[in-house]
T-cell receptor, first 114, second 117 residues
């Protein structure tokens, strides 16, 4: 069964540094998402991406965050200048074209900011 | 706005006994509802989904959930728990109506299921 893959599984970065989290969605999917889960808290929506543009973003997704689908297969989340509070598990998800289709998640990237 | 409330943060059952994980939702229109499971150090796996078809939804690993509009509930059940069911379970509602381009997911706070031998 096709699956969403995320790399790396664990990223350790110094505060203030840029970090790029990578995702390869399921190949025929059209909608792409990033979520995050801070330790001990609920999973939160960050951003959705469709037709090469952001379709919705949460208030968490400020100017420090950006997303890109550079080559038709990868979907990346960039944090320009990381803060301690960016430490979390970041999940990528994708879904097909019908609105009632479920989102499929990757195993996540654990981001630790020192 | 949509939201979900998971009524129990922790549930502990004995192996072979029934499982009930409770979820109530709030939505201004007919919702799409999901249950996802997260095993330790793993991603979120879809257990089952409700999208306005049959109200009793069967999922993987023997789980099922019943959509009850009158009670705004979507409780997850399994007749007989297995040790491998120990995980965190999330009740989730889709955040936009049909025709919306986003369908962002809104998660509950999760229920940690422990299965005792």
């Amino acid at each position: 069964e096709p699956e969403v893959t995320q790399t790396p599984s664990h990223q350790v970065t110094q505060m203030g540094q840029e970090v790029i989290l990578r995702c390869v969605p399921i190949s025929n999917h059209l909608y792409f998402y990033w979520y995050r889960q801070i330790l001990g808290q609920k999973v939160e929506f960050l951003v959705s991406f469709y037709n090469n543009e952001i379709s919705e973003k949460s208030e968490i997704f400020d100017d420090q965050f950006s997303v890109e689908r550079p080559d038709g297969s990868n979907f990346t989340l960039k944090i320009r200048s990381t803060k301690l509070e960016d430490s979390a598990m970041y999940f990528c998800a994708s879904r097909g074209g019908l609105s009632n289709q479920p989102q499929h998640f990757g195993d996540g990237t654990r981001l630790s900011i020192l | 706005a949509q939201s979900v409330t998971q009524l129990d943060s922790h549930v502990s059952v004995s192996e072979g006994t029934p499982v009930l994980l409770r979820c109530n939702y709030s939505s201004s229109y007919s919702p799409s509802l999901f249950w996802y499971v997260q095993h330790p150090n793993k991603g979120l796996q879809l257990l089952l989904k409700y999208t306005s078809a049959a109200t009793l939804v069967k999922g993987i690993n023997g789980f099922e959930a019943e959509f009850k509009k009158s009670e705004t509930s979507f409780h997850l059940t399994k007749p007989s728990a297995h040790m491998s069911d120990a995980a965190e379970y999330f009740c989730v509602v889709s955040g936009t109506n049909y025709g919306g381009a986003t369908n962002k997911l809104i998660f509950g706070t999760g229920t940690l299921l422990a299965v005792q031998p």
